[in-house]
């Protein structure tokens, strides 16, 4: 973790650093808790807003030579960004290869259908990580030692109503998590 530590630190303000190492941390425990790689659980933690404070005009770029193409909501929620830059950014210049770790930063932000462990720990590391305070944060946090599906399912309907209540686009990849999530867990009440 130092080495990323030293390349993040320049790029990100003493908030962004210091919740990127707590998310570290935090996917560290999680990993720890539920049987993942706790070495991919970090450095996927370390990383995931390695890109988030840099212009749009650089992720944009960054994008752009890594062949992503944005769709309609991507080009209008810049938020959604710094996960697809960050993911070309890891593979491409710190040469990560690990399609794992470059997964979990690429939806760190909207989640999706089919998310695998490390996936799934770094999304609610990102939610759960120290320095969180939000409404709802103690009850995430619970959840997320209980059932890594029950925290993703509370972080989905969370996200998904504030945007909506805004009246802003929600990406299709975060309703297919939500609606796998939800119906993978009537499956599990019905049997």
Known sequence: ??????????????YRYTHSVNVAEEAVALARLYG???????????????????????QLQIMSEGGIILDDVQKNAKKLWHSISGSVYVRSRLGIENQDIVNA??????????????????????????????????IMREKSRQSLEDAMLFACKFTIGDLSSRELAIHRDQLDCFNELVLTKGKEMSS
């Open 36 to 58: 993942a790689d706790e070495r991919s659980a970090c450095t996927a933690g370390i990383l995931h807003d390695i890109t988030k404070e840099i212009s749009g005009e650089e």
């Open 1 to 14: 973790m130092e080495e990323y530590k030293q390349i993040i630190r320049p790029m990100m303000g003493d």
């Open 105 to 138: 930063i690429r939806y760190h932000t909207t989640g999706r259908a089919g998310m695998s462990l490390l996936e799934k720990i770094i999304f609610i590391a990102d939610f759960t990580a120290a320095e969180r305070k939000y409404n709802g944060v103690e």
